[in-house]
């Protein structure tokens, strides 16, 4: 980074397992915590005349980190700022989505109240299109439905796009195919009462609190595999008899059998080998392939992208 005074610090040697909710992965050689969207563009650009390895990390709750951790510069995005416009939420892309669904809370705005219990920034949350249960819980949410511009870096310079560059898709949107990142966005809310949005976060909580681990937040990257259509994740590897079944510290959970839970100093390369092992015996036991939603940074022996 330049020596410019107002960018925050390099660090050196940082644990990533901390950051992340799985609690797994070797240390950041360099790491830098932007504090606002012109530090966060000042780091991706340092990033790149240097020709550092970079990583963007939000809550790290969709990442696996590999053992021997990331030989560049992690940038942790702690650039939070956020107001509104009328109805409209403007904010950066660090922002944690609970602390953005209490802001709209007290505007009394609905919308991003749906993703309440989901670990994430809000980057991150654009990155995978963020998505949960519509409160008839037949249908799926997602947080696309709700941005209606975004400033990112891209090739170096400030951009601005609107909902339809995006793409979003199941689990997807562009940012997946492009190194473009996201510096801040416009999410448009609707009015709605606080008793209404009350109402959404308690039965969201209430139905989290039955479907998920206990300890989730702490010791899972979330879901591990993506749903096949009309299918499933889950009831694949129930199928095949594969709650409880451990690869070190790394074990299929018992609550949810889409869920990877570190039951304590499980190591990436644990995680790893369990996924392959359910896959083959999923694919043994139904005939489908699951393919992982989580992504990997750092180094892993003999992996391709999943
Ligand atoms: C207990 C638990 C429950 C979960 N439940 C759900 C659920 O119900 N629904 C759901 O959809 N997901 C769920 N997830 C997955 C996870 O919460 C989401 O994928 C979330 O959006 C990840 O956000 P993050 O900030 O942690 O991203 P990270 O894991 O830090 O990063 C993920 C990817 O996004 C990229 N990224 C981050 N910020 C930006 C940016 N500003 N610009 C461009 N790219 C960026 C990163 O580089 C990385 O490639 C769950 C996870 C856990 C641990």
Redesign the pocket.
């Known amino acids: 980074m330049t020596s410019a005074s107002d960018n925050p610090a390099i660090e050196r040697d940082v644990p990533l397992g901390p950051m992340t ?1 799985f609690g797994i992965g070797g240390p950041a050689r360099l790491l830098t915590r932007p504090q606002n969207a012109e530090q966060l563009a000042a780091a991706v650009r340092w990033a790149k005349q240097q020709g550092e390895p970079w ?9 696996l980190v590999g053992d021997s951790g990331f030989d560049g510069l992690v940038i942790k ?1 702690e650039a939070r700022g956020a107001s509104f416009d009328g109805p409209r939420l403007r904010t950066e ?1 660090g922002a944690v989505v609970a602390d953005l669904i209490e802001l709209a809370l007290e505007k009394e705005l609905s919308g991003i109240e749906h993703f309440v219990g ?4 809000l ?3 654009l ?2 299109n ?3 249960l519509a409160p008839d819980r037949e249908s799926t949410l997602y947080i696309g439905e709700i941005v209606e511009s975004a400033r990112l870096l891209s090739g170096g310079e400030v951009i601005e796009v609107d909902h339809d560059w995006f793409n979003f898709g199941y689990d997807y949107s562009t ?1 997946h195919d492009t190194d ?3 510096l801040s966005a416009t999410l448009r809310l609707t009015p709605g009462t606080r008793a209404e949005i009350e109402a959404v976060i308690a039965a969201n909580r209430q139905w989290r609190g039955r479907a ?1 681990p206990p300890d ?2 702490k010791n ?4 591990i595999f993506r749903k096949i259509e009309g299918v499933g994740a889950g009831r694949l590897i129930d199928a095949a008899g594969l709650k409880g079944t451990r690869v070190g510290g790394a074990e299929i959970s018992h609550h949810h059998a889409n869920y990877i839970v570190n039951t304590g100093g499980a190591t990436a390369a644990d995680v790893r080998e369990l996924i392959e092992l359910v896959q083959q015996r999923v694919k043994a036991d139904s005939g489908h392939l699951l393919t992982p939603e989580i ?1 990997l940074v750092g180094d892993f022996q003999n992996a391709t992208d999943w």
Not at 118 to 121: D, F, G, H, Q
Not at 220 to 223: I, P, T, V
Request: a negative charge; proline letters at 3%.
């Open positions: 909710t990583f963007l990390l939000g809550l790290g709750a969709n990442i995005n892309s989901i670990p994430s920034s980057g991150g949350a990155w995978q963020l998505h949960f940012l473009d990142v996201v998920h989730a937040h899972s990257a979330g879901s992504g």
